[in-house]
């Protein structure tokens, strides 16, 4: 049984690897194979450990998670150190809560790598508030506010922004040229359009990394009383508030459910609530990524073309979603009927 195991979880993490050394291979930019790079390295790294937990090799096993530790906290580190540099250089506020994820990152290296003693001491009200569940709670707090204000000043602006414009007419707008947004390495769309044979022009309020072709076509609203004022239908400055709330929120409340889980809540529920919950999100993040790319160009196959291979990275977070979903659901609540059946014969 417990080799099975170890082979499952080789066998899912060969399938991952294949699909990064693709991605590796089919990648351009040196940002994004630097980063597959190091997803890379950290599916070997759990490949081995299993193979050697599986040959019962126990210290080996141990050591390859110990690199799989170390790989997975330097590229956070770095990760957050180079968002704080480029949050801080944009005279952004946010880097205050990545300051928060350092710290916290910190803490929890020391005490791994450094052996600090852990207190096996029975929980009471003078150590319940220790340093490790204050920062922790602090975190998980800040991540679900930073995640209802994004949501809710994303709905505020969408609201407004569709009562100003109930009276705009629609059109198509065409792809022309590009400038880099904010001095950053994404890129400012612009697109002209035309009313009345005269030509006017519209930049897209947020930065991406993807380039369409030229004259692709997009929908927009425009102001009948003066044309130049105009807004893009579909992904908008506003609609990537919304996601980045709805991401951080998710992400929140997936702290605040592990810690419901340890604490024993769902003990008597029959189906695996946080299994279900992360089908739930995995669906939602592979929706949600095809829906934003929906929104920057006309029609499904156009965004296959301009995703390339990456649209199998949404389709595959759908797939695992819905596989989750069906399991946690059905196939998980029909094992602990079985279970508590041979318990009572």
Known sequence: MKNAIFTSKIIRAIFLLTILIFSFINTEQIYFKLLILTFLLLTICNIIKNIFYALDKINIGN????????????FAIIFLLIWFYIEFSSFQYFYLI????LIFIGYMARKYYLKVKKDNQPITIKNKF??????????????L?????????????????????????????????????ENSTTYRLIYF????????????????????????????????????????????KNSLLICFGAFFILGGMTFVLVFLYVLGVF??????????????????IGIGIICIQLGEVASLIRVIEQMKFWFFIPILFIIVGIFQIIKCLF?????LNNKSQEKLN
Do not use: M, W
């Open 98 to 101: 990545i300051i928060i994820f």
């Open 193 to 236: 359009y035309k009313v009345n044979d005269t030509k006017y022009t519209i930049k897209t309020d947020y930065g991406t990394g993807s380039i369409p072709n030229f004259y692709d076509k997009r929908q927009i609203k425009y102001n009948p009383d003066n044309p130049s004022e105009a807004i893009f239908l579909g992904t908008n």
């Open 331 to 335: 196939f998980e609540r029909l094992d």
């Open 267 to 284: 003990n008597q529920v029959k189906i695996n609530v946080l299994g279900l919950y992360v089908g739930i999100v995995s669906l939602i």
């Open 63 to 74: 050591f390859f998670h110990k690199i799989y530790s170390i790989i997975f906290i330097v």
């Open 130 to 143: 220790s340093f490790k569940i204050i920062v922790s709670s602090f975190l998980v707090i800040t991540v």
């Open 145 to 181: 506010l930073v995640g209802i204000i994004c949501l809710f000043l994303g709905i505020k602006d969408t609201y407004s922004t569709n009562k100003k414009t109930k009276n705009y007419i629609i059109t198509d707008a065409y792809y022309s040229n590009y400038e880099l947004y």
